[in-house]
C-alpha cells in the first residue's frame, strides 16, 4: 500500500499549452546525461529545453523560473497534456520536480494511466471551468486545492469547479492501493467465476 491522497493543496503553475508531449517533459538528451543518477534527479531535467539555455543557465521568462512557482504542487495546462510517445519516466519527472498533480482540458490515454499507477492526479477539466480557474489565478494568484474525494477544484472556500478522472484510477490514489491490490479485492468473485468454468468446461482446469 502506498499513501493515500485525498487532497492537494498549494501553489499552481499556469503553463497553459496544449499538446505537452512527453518529449517536451523528459527531453532524451538531458535524460541520457543522467541517467546514472537514479530516478530522483529527473526533476532536474522537467522541461529542460524550455528551462535553461545551451550553457546551463536558466531562462528568466519561463514559468518555473519564477519564484512564487518553487515547490508548488499543481501544474495547470491546457489540451492533451502527456501526448507523444508512452513514457512514464515522464510522470516521475513531474513527481520528482514536486508536482502531485496536472490539471488540464484532457489528458493523452497512456499518460493518464501512467499517473494513475504512480499515485500522481491527472485532473480533467471544461473548458468553461478551465477558463474560470485561470482568470480567477490571474487576477489573484495564491494556493487552490483540489479534493479527490468531493471531485473538486477550490480558491479558498470557493469552488471553481469539478474535475473528472477514471473511477478506478481514482479509487487507487484515494486508497492507496496499486492495480494488484485493487484486483485482490474481487478475489472470491474471480476464484467463484473459475469454478463455474471448471464445473461447465472440466477441461478449462487443465
Same mark, same amino acid.
Request: charged residues 25%; hydrophobic residues 45%.
Given at each position: 500500500?502506498?499513501?493515500?491522497? $485525498?487532497?492537494?493543496? =498549494?501553489?499552481?503553475?499556469?503553463?497553459?499549452?496544449?499538446?505537452?508531449?512527453?518529449?517536451?517533459?523528459?527531453?532524451?538528451?538531458?535524460?541520457?546525461?543522467?541517467?546514472?543518477? =537514479?530516478?530522483?534527479?529527473?526533476?532536474?531535467?522537467?522541461?529542460?529545453?524550455?528551462?535553461?539555455?545551451?550553457?546551463?543557465?536558466?531562462?528568466?521568462?519561463?514559468?518555473?523560473?519564477?519564484?512564487?512557482?518553487?515547490?508548488?504542487?499543481?501544474?495547470?495546462?491546457?489540451?492533451?497534456?502527456?501526448?507523444?510517445?508512452?513514457?512514464?519516466?515522464?510522470?516521475?519527472?513531474?513527481?520528482?520536480? =514536486?508536482?502531485?498533480?496536472?490539471?488540464?482540458?484532457?489528458?493523452?490515454?497512456?499518460?493518464?494511466?501512467?499517473?494513475?499507477?504512480?499515485?500522481?492526479?491527472?485532473?480533467?477539466?471544461? $473548458?468553461?471551468?478551465?477558463?474560470?480557474?485561470?482568470?480567477?489565478?490571474?487576477?489573484?494568484? =495564491?494556493?487552490?486545492?483540489?479534493?479527490?474525494?468531493?471531485?473538486?477544484?477550490?480558491?479558498?472556500?470557493?469552488?471553481?469547479?469539478?474535475?473528472?478522472?477514471?473511477?478506478?484510477?481514482?479509487?487507487?490514489?484515494?486508497?492507496?492501493?496499486?492495480?494488484?491490490?485493487? $484486483?485482490?479485492?474481487?478475489?472470491?468473485?474471480?476464484?467463484?467465476?473459475?469454478?463455474?468454468?471448471?464445473?461447465?468446461?472440466?477441461?478449462?482446469?487443465?
Amino acid at each position: 500500500m502506498t499513501e493515500k491522497l $485525498t487532497r492537494i493543496q =498549494g501553489m499552481a503553475v499556469p503553463l497553459l499549452w496544449d499538446n505537452v508531449d512527453t518529449d517536451a517533459l523528459v527531453p532524451a538528451a538531458p535524460h541520457k546525461r543522467i541517467s546514472g543518477g =537514479g530516478l530522483e534527479r529527473l526533476g532536474e531535467i522537467l522541461f529542460y529545453e524550455f528551462r535553461f539555455n545551451a550553457d546551463g543557465t536558466p531562462k528568466p521568462d519561463f514559468v518555473l523560473s519564477d519564484p512564487r512557482f518553487a515547490q508548488a504542487p499543481i501544474l495547470i495546462a491546457g489540451e492533451n497534456f502527456g501526448c507523444g510517445s508512452s513514457r512514464e519516466v515522464a510522470v516521475w519527472a513531474l513527481q520528482d520536480y =514536486g508536482f502531485r498533480a496536472v490539471i488540464a482540458r484532457n489528458f493523452a490515454d497512456i499518460f493518464e494511466q501512467n499517473s494513475y499507477k504512480n499515485q500522481f492526479l491527472p485532473a480533467a477539466v471544461d $473548458t468553461a471551468t478551465h477558463a474560470r480557474l485561470v482568470a480567477q489565478l490571474r487576477r489573484s494568484p =495564491g494556493p487552490i486545492s483540489i479534493d479527490l474525494v468531493e471531485k473538486c477544484i477550490r480558491i479558498g472556500d470557493e469552488s471553481v469547479g469539478v474535475f473528472s478522472a477514471d473511477e478506478m484510477g481514482l479509487d487507487m490514489l484515494i486508497n492507496g492501493v496499486d492495480e494488484f491490490a485493487l $484486483t485482490a479485492r474481487y478475489a472470491a468473485d474471480i476464484k467463484a467465476c473459475q469454478d463455474r468454468l471448471v464445473e461447465a468446461y472440466p477441461w478449462f482446469a487443465v
